[in-house]
């Protein structure tokens, strides 16, 4: 778990340097359209792209951008034929590495990733040698700061408004939930004005592999971060731990 709060956090300061490069909003837009397709334009009904269209919404998209992704999804207007798929492998140290993937010609795509992972002290693995370590889970993130109510508190409300676990992870709570009811729980926290700086679906590692050393730490960050830069990837999952001394020097 540890590594996910980590990479978390380093994906949420380098979002915003992607956004001013406009890639953030073209992999939101990817996500809806793939929603849109696979369950239709409710938001209502859709809960998947009701995640969609509120993560867009908070990264300061376009109203025309997100009608435009729902309308491409649903086969009106400029369609694009995508499809969702999860490459996985392995980086430095035995990390576990799974890709969600959004792309329109998967045996490029596939090449590409091949070729990032190999540049990079990785390997590509076959499908299914990593899913199993992950499970898709509800995560919420609330730093700590001053006028917070107690850990117990916060604890007993995320039991109490149905979270699966709690805990404190780097400066920071964490909670975690079933994708069900990730967004009862989130409206439990917002009602309280706990606004969580991460909150969403996402998948989290069953179990982590510790990295203690600075210069294989440096290689996992690099591997992860050229993922992430792919285009038709929209997000990178992995399992290491790096302790906080090191990720402080890095």
């Known amino acids: 778990m540890a590594g996910h709060s980590k990479w978390e956090n380093i994906k949420r300061r380098k979002a915003k340097v992607d956004a001013q490069k406009g890639k ?22 859709n809960f998947r792209l009701r995640l969609a269209v509120q993560k867009a919404k908070e990264a300061n998209m376009p109203n025309d951008n997100i009608n435009r992704a729902i309308q491409r999804g649903t086969g009106e207007g400029d369609t694009l034929a995508l499809e969702q798929l999860y490459y996985e492998g392995y980086g430095p140290g035995g990390v576990a590495v799974l890709i969600e993937i959004m792309t329109d010609n998967r045996n490029r795509t596939a090449g590409e990733i091949r070729h990032i992972f ?14 199993w370590m992950f499970k898709r ?27 699966e676990d709690f805990k404190e992870e780097d400066g920071s709570y964490v909670v975690l939930t079933s994708p069900e009811s990730f967004e009862s729980v989130k409206e439990v926290f917002l009602g309280e004005d706990l606004e969580p ?17 600075a210069a294989a730490a440096a290689q996992v960050l690099d591997l992860l ?3 992430e830069e792919h285009d038709e ?5 992995a399992n290491f731990d790096i302790p906080e001394e090191i990720m402080q020097t890095l």
């Open 24 to 45: 953030v909003f073209t992999k939101l837009a990817r996500e809806i359209i793939v929603a849109a397709k696979e369950g239709g334009p409710d938001l209502e009904a």
């Open 118 to 131: 190999s540049r990079r002290d990785g390997n590509m693995g076959e499908s299914g040698c990593v899913a």
């Open 137 to 163: 889970k509800g995560y919420l993130c609330i730093d700590k700061k001053e006028g917070l109510p107690s850990e117990d508190d916060l604890l007993l409300l995320a039991l109490e408004a149905g979270a």
């Open 197 to 213: 700086t991460v909150a969403e679906v996402t998948m989290v590692p069953t179990s982590t592999v510790r990295i203690e050393e």
């Open 225 to 227: 971060e050229a993922l």
């Open 233 to 237: 990837v929209q997000n990178v999952y």
